[in-house]
């Protein structure tokens, strides 16, 4: 279904190209694939594929340049690139999305079929079998506080594969009046938001009576020593540096932390 479907990885890593390549050649794609973004730009003007798989960090032309490149090119501006990289960081994201990038791909959470779903969504091909999920969460509620739209769409599919039901507030007044009338086992705090930052979140909520006892796990760029004593301090079951840690390992620890709790 796939055979007239062009997909070019551009990617300096051997074995990951070549699992994709193999991935994609498995599911009837014409796959290419370049070890650097100057090689990629002209693949991409030869053969003109549907979809792009670009890596951020390589050798000669690094993604942003090929970002760039693309939009300033007519014929190349609105094939469709799905980033794979070894950050996840908040400032990174922003940056690839202004460039044009339609979806993001971590490596540390990396999987060929997770590859091949984001491809389906972006080509409007058929949906291939979803990727078993381990179903910890038992659709126990957890309320995602993040400013950033991309960061809580990456989180919330990360944990709703768990099995976890996932509330989502953009910023602390919204979490707030999320908490008047849900009840989440736990909520996954950012600390940098604009107008009410995640320490008054938390000040509040653990002040009243009805939220105190939620379990919080802080996710924010934010690692300085005192900030992480201010957070537990105010009751933050735990404190994750986002630069430090993958969605994988943040969810790994909130299964840790829920089961420990007796909530899963």
Do not use: C
């Amino acid at each position: 279904m796939n055979k007239d479907k062009k997909i070019l990885i551009i990617e300096d890593e051997q074995i990951l190209g070549d699992i994709l390549l193999n991935k994609l050649y498995e599911e009837g794609y014409s796959g290419f694939w370049e070890l650097n973004g100057e090689d990629g730009l002209r693949k991409m003007r030869e053969v003109k594929p549907d979809l792009v798989l670009l890596d951020l960090v390589m050798p000669k032309k690094d993604g942003y340049e090929v970002l760039e490149e693309m939009r300033a090119d007519t014929e190349l501006k609105h094939i469709p690139v799905i980033i794979i990289s070894n950050s996840g960081q908040p400032v990174e994201i922003e940056r690839i999305l202004s460039l044009g990038a339609k979806d993001y791909i971590v490596k540390a959470q990396f999987s060929p079929d997770e590859v091949l779903e984001k491809i389906h969504k972006h080509l409007g091909d058929a949906t291939p079998q979803p990727v078993p999920a381990t179903k910890n969460g038992k659709g126990v509620k957890i309320l995602i506080v993040e400013d950033d739209p991309f960061l809580i769409s990456l989180a919330a599919g990360r944990l709703e594969k768990e099995g976890y039901t996932v509330l989502v507030a953009s910023d602390g007044p919204q979490a707030l009046k999320t908490l008047e009338t849900e009840q989440p086992a736990l909520i996954l705090l950012d600390i940098i938001m604009p107008g009410m930052n995640g320490f008054e979140v938390l000040r509040t909520m653990k002040a009243n009576p009805k939220t105190k006892d939620i379990s919080v796990v802080v996710f924010s760029n934010l690692g300085q020593e005192h900030e992480i004593e201010e957070g537990k301090r105010l009751g933050a079951d735990d404190f994750l540096v986002k630069a430090k840690f993958t969605l994988k390992e943040v969810v790994d620890k909130i299964n840790a932390l829920l089961k420990k709790k007796g909530k899963i």
